[in-house]
């Protein structure tokens, strides 16, 4: 009965290669995101989604592309990985209607690039 | 930009004790949120406030929409152990896009 889930929770690999975490919810809502959070716990968002458009597209680099295949799923595909990409990431989501910034986080994924 | 800035940045206190923390704003937020992160986990909502002076308990928390509207408070009433964790407010970005600003946390530790 998980309200966010992301897979995996931990991802380790090296310099270069494209890695995909993934973010499923089933708390009916329409409005998902991706957020970074650095090792001092600064926590960032990256991109929202609202019924699978690209809403928010932060500063991000082009070699991060998220995908929402329907309104329960957004992905996050990063390519050539950088030692700098190294964060724990969150998937988050929301109503857009009346309860848009009352976001719910999955556990997060631990991505350390080598 | 605009910046949350939270106080203090961390906390250690004896279990059963009081604690206050704040967050405070250069710009004016129409909506606080006051979230907790334990380790290993994602950030989970504890309250959320809408209006200016608004007061929310939520079990031994007490959350504050300050009345200049640039300010939060979080109260956390008779300390226990698994209060322990991340203590994050946040506020939303104009645009209504759902772009929420987090501040930095308070950390909380509780000694038993």
């Known amino acids: 009965d998980t309200a966010v889930s992301q897979t995996p929770k931990y991802l380790v690999t090296q310099m270069g290669n494209d890695k995909s975490i993934k973010c499923e919810q089933n708390?009916?809502?329409?409005?998902m995101y991706w957020y970074k959070q650095d090792s001092k716990k600064f926590l960032k968002i990256m991109f929202s989604y609202n019924n699978k458009e690209l809403i928010i597209n932060e500063t991000v680099p082009n070699r991060f592309s998220p995908k929402s295949p329907d309104k329960a799923h957004l992905n996050l595909h990063i390519n050539s990985l950088e030692l700098g990409d190294s964060a724990v990431y969150f998937c988050?989501?929301?109503?857009?209607?009346?309860?848009?910034?009352?976001?719910?986080f999955g556990p997060g994924t631990r991505l350390t690039v080598t | 930009g605009q910046q949350l800035n939270q106080s203090p940045q961390s906390m250690f206190i004896q279990e059963g004790e009081d604690v206050s923390m704040n967050c405070t704003s250069s710009s004016i937020f129409n909506t606080w949120l006051w979230y907790k992160q334990d380790p290993g986990e994602g950030p989970v909502l504890l309250i959320a406030l809408y209006k200016a002076g608004e007061l929310t308990s939520n079990g031994r928390l007490t959350a504050q929409f300050g009345i200049t509207r640039k300010d939060s408070f979080l109260n956390i009433s008779a300390s226990i152990p698994s209060d322990v964790g991340i203590y994050f407010c946040?506020?939303?970005?104009?645009?209504?896009?759902?772009?929420?600003?987090f501040g930095q946390g308070t950390t909380l530790q509780v000694k038993p």
């Open positions: 988050a989501s929301s109503q857009a209607v009346r309860r848009l910034y009352e976001q719910y």
């Open positions: 946040a506020g939303p970005l104009s645009g209504n896009t759902g772009k929420l600003i």
């Open positions: 708390l009916g809502h329409d409005t």
